[in-house]
């Protein structure tokens, strides 16, 4: 599941947990997106009560499901055909293509300008516009869990992916001019989670050990923030996410406790914050930092959460991000039990979040046991039921417009060596919701059901 980059679910095509096969958040987290062994829904996230279902889909044995930002346009991989991935224009019901590739699709990121399919020794970076192969990235390092992110800013179109297996190292690559920018020695042990800011200015990542949360300027991957969630276990972060402003940073694990950090320029970049205590106490660290071992002085520098949330239960796999619904600040968690959890979050104070709402969007097997009257006390009204084909088809589609934006390689030229997929194109193009903000895609020329694609 992600947004915030990470999945609630399969971290592949193995097989699915019971209800829950995959979830993400869209790059903005106005929407939800659910697979399940019946299909796939989307959920609108604009009301903290309600929970509207806008789509659903049955499709089977879904493990991803991405949708770019509040278009029409939506990935979805299954585990029957776990190598080939599907785009859809789902208000239209209809296929736009579909692509296979030479091994298990781990993972599919989204832009208004890239679309980037991770493989476990590979990566291939599409362009959005008509879907055309750009660049194959080949012999990246084995990245089992599909480890990847892609800023949502498409004017800094930044892919971040391990850059080894045994320590964490990151390899930050421009999919916009299609080159590598820089190689960030982020941590001691394998990655575990990444992140940008919704401007790509900023990256945070975290190990395997889950103790240690850093922050990363882009592109020059200068150290800015570290954050320490925990010293006495190591834990298995599932998912970091930045707010829409950038100030705020929450991670959640396998542990009961969302952490946010606040992003205040402290220690290590050397800039001046606000005028308070945590500044002071910061400065006086960074002035002692000379006279005190290198160690040390690593953990002065480190702040504790600024905000925290307890969820209902833990060792359930999560991911969260951070949203603004109904005009206030808040922290979305969906786990892999079906539940979505939102809290309200105090941008000034901090402290513990209040739980909000939960939202059961289904029961999986192994909780249909009864529940606390404490959990019955907290439990919404079912989500709304999701529109019929037939509704769904009949809503109105934005009039096309002629502005796209710039691609690159439009006629599709990939480097010497590569892999062009057999694909051809209509010059008609697919109406999204939003022309005026997301580039057409145009049709494939076989019809309705898309062009199969070699494997690359």
């Given at each position: 599941m992600e947004t915030a980059e990470g999945s609630v679910g399969t971290s592949g095509p193995s097989g699915l947990a019971p209800g829950l096969g995959c979830a993400s958040f869209n790059q903005d987290s106005t929407s939800l997106a659910v697979g399940t062994g019946m299909g796939y829904k989307l959920y609108s996230l604009t009301s903290v009560e309600k929970l509207d279902c806008i789509h659903e889909s049955d499709s089977p044995d879904v493990f991803i499901v991405e949708r770019l930002f509040s278009s029409s346009l939506v990935v979805v991989v299954s585990t029957a055909l776990p190598r080939r991935m599907n785009v859809y224009h789902f208000k239209k019901g209809t296929e736009i293509c579909n692509y296979s590739y030479s091994h298990d699709i781990l993972a599919v990121r989204l832009n208004r300008q890239r679309l980037v399919v991770c493989l476990e020794e590979s990566i291939y970076i599409h362009n959005i516009k008509d879907m055309k192969l750009l660049k194959t990235l080949l012999n990246t390092p084995s990245n089992p869990s599909g480890l990847c992110a892609l800023s949502v800013n498409h004017s800094n179109s930044y892919l971040a992916h391990p850059g080894s297996a045994t320590i964490g190292e990151i390899v930050v690559y421009d999919a916009n001019i299609l080159s590598t920018v820089t190689m960030i020695p982020a941590h001691d042990t394998p990655l575990a989670a990444l992140a940008f800011n919704a401007q790509g200015t900023r990256l945070a990542s975290a190990s395997e050990r889950g103790t240690v949360i850093r922050v990363f300027s882009i592109p020059d991957g200068q150290r800015l923030f570290e954050f320490r969630r925990g010293m006495k276990r190591y834990v298995n972060i599932s998912s970091l996410s930045f707010s829409p402003d950038g100030q705020f940073l929450c991670t959640s694990s396998n542990t009961e406790t969302v952490h946010i950090f606040k992003l205040e320029q402290l220690g290590i970049t050397g800039?001046?914050?606000?005028?308070?205590?945590?500044?002071?106490?910061?400065?006086?660290?960074?002035?002692?930092?000379?006279?005190?071992?290198?160690?040390?002085?690593?953990?002065?520098?480190?702040?504790?959460?600024?905000?925290?949330?307890?969820?209902?239960?833990?060792?359930?796999?999560?991911?969260?991000?951070?949203?603004?619904?109904?005009?206030?600040?808040?922290?979305?968690?969906?786990?892999?039990?079906?539940?979505?959890?939102?809290?309200?979050?105090?941008?000034?104070?901090?402290?513990?979040?209040?739980?909000?709402?939960?939202?059961?969007?289904?029961?999986?097997?192994?909780?249909?046991?009864?529940?606390?009257?404490?959990?019955?006390?907290?439990?919404?009204?079912?989500?709304?039921?999701?529109?019929?084909?037939?509704?769904?088809?009949?809503?109105?589609?934005?009039?096309?417009?002629?502005?796209?934006?710039?691609?690159?390689?439009?006629?599709?030229?990939?480097?010497?060596?590569?892999?062009?997929?057999?694909?051809?194109?209509?010059?008609?193009?697919?109406?999204?919701?939003?022309?005026?903000?997301?580039?057409?895609?145009?049709?494939?020329?076989?019809?309705?059901?898309?062009?199969?694609?070699?494997?690359?």
């Open positions: 800039e001046e914050a606000s005028p308070t205590w945590t500044a002071y106490v910061g400065k006086m660290f960074s002035a002692a930092s000379s006279y005190l071992p290198t160690g040390v002085t690593g953990m002065m520098s480190q702040d504790r959460a600024f905000a925290t949330a307890h969820l209902l239960a833990m060792g359930r796999r999560n991911i969260c991000t951070l949203a603004v619904i109904q005009k206030l600040p808040r922290l979305l968690v969906m786990s892999a039990d079906g539940q979505l959890l939102i809290y309200n979050v105090d941008p000034q104070e901090g402290g513990e979040c209040t739980l909000a709402h939960k939202h059961r969007l289904f029961c999986c097997d192994e909780d249909s046991g009864e529940e606390t009257e404490s959990e019955r006390s907290n439990l919404n009204t079912p989500p709304s039921a999701c529109p019929s084909y037939a509704a769904t088809a009949a809503l109105p589609t934005a009039v096309p417009v002629t502005t796209t934006l710039t691609g690159y390689s439009e006629d599709g030229g990939a480097k010497k060596g590569e892999v062009i997929p057999e694909h051809e194109f209509a010059a008609g193009p697919v109406c999204l919701d939003d022309e005026n903000e997301f580039p057409p895609i145009n049709w494939c020329r076989d019809g309705s059901r898309g062009g199969g694609a070699r494997r690359s």
